[in-house]
Nanobody, 124 residues
Framework: QVQLVESGGGLVQAGGSLRLSCAAS????????MGWFRQAPGKVREFVGH????????YYAASVKGRFTISRDAAKNTGYLQMNSLKPEDTAVYYC?????????????????WGQGTQVTVSS
């Protein structure tokens, strides 16, 4: 079992930055791929990006590539989503999730464990 708790959301002006954290518990977290998703009101949950279990490989959705950076700190059992140059369309509830490392990790169904989500609001 893996438990995930996100933090770091809030209100920021367009062009600003936020860093979300995802604290994990469970001894097998280090073998999981960690992903980030977001869901805006009235929209389906959207893939943002993921990082490999080793932290060495990342993949991003086109909408955030170049602005967002995903990383993980194995010693702290924590993952991060650094968001820069934020836009109003980035407003959503952001979720971290964990998937077995073998899965591709682009779809919600790839992920077995989810955090509760944290709200990010970007004002124009």
């Amino acid at each position: 079992q893996v438990q995930l708790v996100e933090s770091g959301g809030g209100l920021v002006q367009a062009g600003g930055s936020l860093r979300l954290s995802c604290a994990a518990s469970g001894r097998t977290f280090s073998t999981y791929k960690m992903g980030w998703f977001r869901q805006a009101p009235g929209k389906v949950r959207e893939f943002v990006g993921h990082v490999s279990w080793s932290g060495g490989t990342t993949y991003y959705a086109a909408s955030v590539k170049g602005r967002f950076t995903i990383s993980r700190d194995a010693a702290k059992n924590t993952g991060y989503l650094q968001m820069n140059s934020l836009k109003p369309e980035d407003t959503a509830v952001y979720y971290c999730a964990a998937a077995p490392w073998l899965r591709i990790g682009l779809l919600s169904d790839d992920y077995d464990f989810w955090g509760q989500g944290t709200q990010v609001t970007v004002s124009s």
